[in-house]
């Protein structure tokens, strides 16, 4: 399948390009950057064409790979999804449900395949963890704790102006409900305060009735971090384990689904559509926590 890749900052080079260039299955065709110095040097790393426009590069090839900020990524999935192109996108799908929801209708109506880059999830050892926990049934509550800082010395997401102006409810609130989700089910009602420090905490009510309680933070002291799960029933108490992955190998592991469901084999269950469905909750969290009144969803 060949791909063209659109950005060139931090993700790109760290998943995208190298995942793209690895994969046995893949023909990577080109970059294209809202920089074109960057996308440059970028395709040179890995002998590709640098792509003066995103039509261009569209034209050119059978699937996208989008690490963008969200603004940037849905306007290009969209055009994407309308030539016939399928969608391999970063988290999260957009900014807006009208947004999101368009793209998913987009990639449905054509018959394509996409999936979303949840990270940890593309860890076959969570997802069977996951997906034995959804079996167990019977959990009446759970706890994700997603709270650390991307302002440390080093840490490349720092100077990303999206993720300063939206914080963690949109930048690890996606990977908190990515695991919630599978196990509880869809969500009908969310709550949500923030506190100093983009300190943001939602309370979700399930269509199981469940509830899962979800803390998120980007900037909080170094002290503070800390990366918990846990699901709660009449099974106990089931803690999600803290599981090594590694960027280029789950993006590999995403582009198996993708390639796999593009020749007839089942969709991603992260795909647009899941991604649309979390761009919904967080945008119900955001105006719950501008509002302070529950907002309810159709499950």
């Known amino acids: 399948m060949?791909?063209?890749?659109?950005?060139?900052?931090?993700?790109?080079?760290?998943?995208?390009?190298?995942?793209?260039?690895?994969?046995?299955?893949?023909?990577?065709?080109?970059?294209?950057?809202?920089?074109?110095?960057?996308?440059?040097?970028?395709?040179?790393?890995y002998g590709v064409r640098a792509y003066p426009t995103i039509d261009g590069l569209i034209a050119s090839v059978d699937a996208i790979a989008v690490a963008l900020p969200p603004d940037v990524q849905a306007p290009i999935a969209l055009a994407a999804a309308r030539a016939g192109k399928h969608l391999l996108l970063d988290k999260p799908v957009a900014f807006t449900v009208a947004a999101a929801d368009e793209i998913a209708a987009a990639v449905a109506e054509r018959h394509l395949s996409s999936a979303v880059f949840f990270t940890r999830r593309f860890v076959p050892q969570l997802q069977e963890f996951l997906e034995q926990a959804r079996k167990t049934g019977g959990w009446v509550e759970a706890r994700v704790d997603h709270v650390g800082s991307i302002y440390e010395e080093g840490n490349p997401f720092g100077?990303?102006?999206?993720?300063?102006?939206?914080?963690?409810?949109?930048?690890?609130?996606?990977?908190?409900?990515?695991?919630?989700?599978?196990?509880?089910?869809?969500?009908?009602?969310?709550?949500?305060?923030?506190?100093?420090?983009?300190?943001?905490?939602?309370?979700?009510?399930?269509?199981?009735?469940?509830?899962?309680?979800?803390?998120?933070?980007?900037?909080?002291?170094?002290?503070?971090?800390?990366?918990?799960?846990?699901?709660?029933?009449?099974?106990?108490v089931?803690?999600?384990?803290?599981?090594?992955?590694?960027?280029?190998?789950?993006?590999?592991?995403?582009?198996?689904?993708?390639?796999?469901?593009?020749?007839?084999?089942?969709?991603?269950?992260l795909d647009v559509r899941f991604g649309a469905g979390v761009t919904a909750i967080l945008a119900a969290a955001e105006e719950a926590a501008t509002t302070g009144r529950t907002i309810r969803l159709a499950a």
């Not at 609130?173 to 695991?179: E, M, N, Q």
């Open 2 to 45: 060949r791909f063209g890749l659109f950005g060139t900052g931090p993700w790109a080079h760290l998943a995208h390009a190298p995942g793209l260039a690895a994969h046995s299955g893949v023909e990577f065709v080109g970059v294209w950057g809202r920089d074109p110095d960057k996308a440059a040097a970028l395709a040179g790393e």
């Open 159 to 236: 100077a990303s102006p999206w993720r300063r102006e939206r914080g963690g409810l949109w930048d690890v609130g996606p990977h908190a409900l990515a695991l919630v989700l599978p196990v509880l089910g869809p969500v009908t009602e969310v709550t949500a305060m923030v506190g100093p420090r983009d300190m943001t905490h939602l309370l979700l009510r399930h269509a199981s009735d469940a509830i899962s309680r979800l803390t998120l933070s980007v900037d909080v002291p170094p002290a503070a971090a800390r990366q918990e799960a846990v699901f709660a029933g009449k099974s106990g």
């Open 238 to 269: 089931l803690a999600v384990p803290a599981l090594q992955w590694e960027p280029v190998m789950a993006f590999g592991r995403m582009l198996d689904e993708l390639l796999a469901a593009a020749n007839g084999g089942p969709q991603s269950q």
